[in-house]
Every structure is written in structure tokens, then in C-alpha cells.
């Protein structure tokens, strides 16, 4: 997520992740959250200027959960001298493949999502936040009126080669 001088970089991040499932039934609604990291990589291309795309692939956890997260964002740096401060956003694929959240058919194991979310980047370093919402209904045979939607938001470090 860093569009910098050169055509194409690979970028590695990590971090943490606040997992959220929303839960409505017939307009009764809850919500449970838990804790999380990340791992993965973007291959930052730069279009134009300060625009750049980011696709990436993410390896992401939280107690119940295993995703892959693959994202395609779309983002924009302003550079004020050695600091760049950057604005991304595009759609996100969300594959679950592990943990009691899939195996108990909690959720199922595809979601996709909007992310939006900045960084301020200095050299090779970024420290990257956003926010990610899930946009099917992740209930398993869900009766009418009843949906579980998925959000997470996130920060972390990424490193720039």
C-alpha cells in the first residue's frame, strides 16, 4: 500500500485486527469481537504520480478464525518532503479456511468486503489503519430477516523492499 518512485514494489505487513460479527435476527441484534493479527503482502504498482494499485494477499487470525484476505486497493500518497501520508480503498475477498467459527458453520467461509484506510510512511517503514466491512450475509441457510456481517478494523507496519 505504498506508491513511492519506483514502478513496482513488494511490501510486507503485519499487525493487529479488531474481528467483529454482527449478528440481526428479525431485528434483535448483537455483536461479538475479538482480537486478532495479520501477516501478508502487497505488490504496490505505481500508475501515476502519488496513485497507485496494491493487490495483496493476507493471512489473517483471531481465536476461532483462519482467512486468506485478498485485497485490490486503490491508493493515493501525498509526499511532504521524506514523509508520505496515503489514503487506500477497493473491495476485499475473504476466504475462511480454518477454526470452530467455519467448522461449526458459525459463518460461512466466503465474504467481500469494502476497505478504506490511510498510512504515514517514511522510507522503507509505513504504519498503515483502516477498516474493513463485510458485505454478504455470512449466516449459514439464514431464515428471512436474520443476517451475520462481518467488519474488522486494523492497524500495523509494513516494510517496503
Do not use: W
Not at 493487490?55 to 476461532?64: H, L, N, R, S, T
Request: charged letters at 15%; hydrophobic letters at 40%; one cysteine or more.
Amino acid at each position: 500500500m505504498h506508491a513511492g518512485k519506483a514502478n513496482a514494489q513488494v511490501s510486507v505487513h503485519v499487525g493487529y485486527q479488531s474481528y467483529t460479527v454482527k449478528t440481526d435476527m428479525a431485528g434483535v441484534t448483537g455483536s461479538d469481537t475479538e482480537d486478532g493479527s495479520y501477516v501478508g503482502f502487497t505488490y504496490d504498482y505505481n500508475v501515476s504520480g502519488g496513485l497507485g494499485v496494491a493487490p495483496g494477499a493476507y493471512f489473517a487470525f483471531a481465536k476461532d478464525l483462519m482467512d486468506i484476505r485478498i485485497p485490490v486497493l486503490v491508493n493515493y500518497v501525498f509526499q511532504l518532503d521524506k514523509i508520505g501520508l496515503g489514503l487506500f480503498v477497493g473491495p476485499q475477498a475473504t476466504i475462511g479456511f480454518s477454526g470452530d467459527t467455519y467448522d461449526n458453520k458459525v459463518l460461512t467461509r466466503f465474504d467481500l468486503g469494502a476497505t478504506v484506510g490511510g498510512q504515514i510512511s517514511f522510507a522503507k517503514f509505513s504504519f498503515e489503519f483502516g477498516y474493513n466491512l463485510g458485505l454478504l450475509n455470512r449466516m449459514d441457510n439464514a431464515p428471512a430477516n436474520c443476517s451475520k456481517k462481518t467488519s474488522q478494523f486494523f492497524f500495523g507496519v509494513g516494510y517496503t523492499f
